[in-house]
C-alpha cells in the first residue's frame, strides 16, 4: 500500500537537549514546542512485496542504505506492524536541511505517519508520537497539533508528545531569518553526546521543570512579553550548555550574531521580538502577528539576511492524497 504524509517542523520554546537513554531517545527533561505552517517535508511510503531492498530519495538525492536512520525507522514500523516488505521512499522539505530549522523533526514525523499508514496498521496518535520519537526526537512533537508538550517519560511508552492548545489557540507568528544556507558540522545527535561535560548541565536540569510549567503558564494565559522574555533566555541557556560542553559546541555564525543583536535593539526601540535558535546558523524570531509585517521590513534591510520565512502555528502531520511517485 502507498501513503503519503505532510509533517511540519516545530519550534522549541523549552528545549531538549541531553537523552537519558540513547537508544530510545528518552530525553533528560520534557519540553514544549510550536508547529511551523511554513517549514514542512512530504513523504510517501510504499511497501510492495517486489521491493527487494528499500529505496530512499530525500530532496532528490538517493540515500545509501548502509547505516540509514530512514531504515531504521522502517524496520521500528514493519515490525510494529507486523509486515516484512521492503519499502520506496520519497521524501522533499520546502526548506534547507541542517541549518537549524529542524528538518529531521518534520522529516521523521512525516516518514512515520506516512509509513504506519502504507503498513495497514492502524496507530493511535500517542503510538505514532512514539514512533517518531526513536527515529528522531523532536519529531514526536511534530505528530499532534498546534502547541505540544512532550512528556519526558521514564520508559518508551510514557515518552510522548501532546497537544496543549490547538494551532489558533494564539495568533503569533514564528518568523525565521536564513542568514547562511551552510550546513552545521556536528549534528544534533553528536553535540548532543557532550551535554553531561558542561559544568552548567546539572544547575540547568535543577530549574527545567519549574521553567516548563511557567512556560505553559505564560501560553494558556497569552502574556506574550513574558513569554519572550523566558523562551530567548531557556535558548541562550541551551547555548551556555553547548559552548561550555567539551568538545566546546558553537553553531552560530556572524550572521546568527548580527540578528540577535538587532532583535535586542529592536526590542529597546519598542518592537516586542523575541530570539531562539537551535543547532545552526539560522534563527527563529517569534512576534505578535501584528508585529510581522515591521519585523520582515527590519529583516529585508538588515546585513546578511538571506531568506525570510513566516510561520503561523499549526496542526500536526496527517495523511494528505498527492502522492510524490
Ligand atoms: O530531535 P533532534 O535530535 O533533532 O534534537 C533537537 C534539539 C534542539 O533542536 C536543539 C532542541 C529542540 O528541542 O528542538
Known amino acids: 500500500m502507498k501513503a503519503t504524509a505532510i509533517a511540519p517542523s516545530n519550534v522549541a ?14 530525553p533528560e527533561n520534557g519540553s514544549l514546542s510550536m508547529n511551523l505552517s511554513g517549514l514542512t517535508s512530504t513523504t510517501t511510503v510504499e511497501f510492495h512485496a517486489d521491493y527487494w531492498e528499500d529505496f530512499i530519495e530525500i530532496n532528490g538525492v538517493r540515500e545509501e542504505n548502509k547505516g540509514s536512520r530512514v531504515v531504521l525507522h522502517l524496520d521500528r514500523v514493519r515490525e510494529s ?16 536541511s541542517d541549518t537549524g530549522l529542524s528538518s ?15 503498513a495497514g496498521s492502524t496507530f493511535t496518535e500517542k503510538d505514532l508520537s512514539i514512533l517518531a520519537r526513536q527515529g528522531s526526537g523532536s519529531a514526536c512533537r511534530s505528530i499532534p497539533d498546534g502547541f505540544v508538550e ?12 501532546v497537544s496543549l492548545h490547538p494551532s489558533n489557540w494564539w495568533d503569533i507568528a514564528d518568523v525565521v531569518a536564513v542568514v547562511n544556507e ?43 512579553v513574558p513569554f519572550g522574555e523566558l523562551i530567548e533566555a531557556e535558548a541562550l541557556e541551551m547555548h551556555a550548555v553547548m559552548l561550555t560542553s567539551t568538545p566546546s559546541l558553537m553553531y552560530w555564525t556572524p550572521g546568527t550574531l548580527r540578528v540577535m543583536k538587532s532583535v535586542k535593539k529592536w526590542r529597546d526601540e519598542g518592537m516586542p521580538v523575541y530570539f531562539t535558535m537551535n543547532t545552526g546558523q539560522d534563527i527563529h524570531i517569534l512576534c505578535e502577528s501584528k508585529t510581522v509585517d515591521e519585523l520582515k521590513s527590519k529583516l529585508a534591510d538588515a546585513d546578511g539576511v538571506r531568506d525570510i520565512i513566516v510561520n503561523k502555528p499549526a496542526r500536526g502531520a ?5 502522492h510524490l511517485f
Open 13 to 26: 520554546f523549552i528545549k531538549y537537549w541531553g537523552k537519558k537513554d540513547v537508544t530510545l531517545r528518552l
Open 182 to 224: 551552510g550546513k552545521k558540522s556536528v549534528s544534533t545527535t553528536k553535540g548532543m553526546e557532550f551535554v553531561t561535560t558542561s559544568p552548567f548541565f546539572p544547575v540547568r536540569l535543577a530549574r527545567i521543570k519549574e521553567k516548563l510549567m511557567k512556560v505553559k503558564e505564560l501560553l494558556a494565559q497569552k502574556r506574550f
Open 104 to 118: 529531521s523533526a518534520s522529516g521523521f514525523a512525516a516518514l512515520t505517519v506516512a509509513a504506519a499508514a502504507a
Open 150 to 161: 512532550w512528556l519526558d517519560g521514564v520508559t518508551s511508552e510514557t515518552s510522548y508528545g
Open 318 to 322: 496527517h495523511l494528505i492524497q498527492d
Open 81 to 96: 506492524a507486523g509486515i516484512k516488505e521492503k519499502a520506496k521512499v520519497v521524501s522533499v522539505n520546502n526548506f534547507p
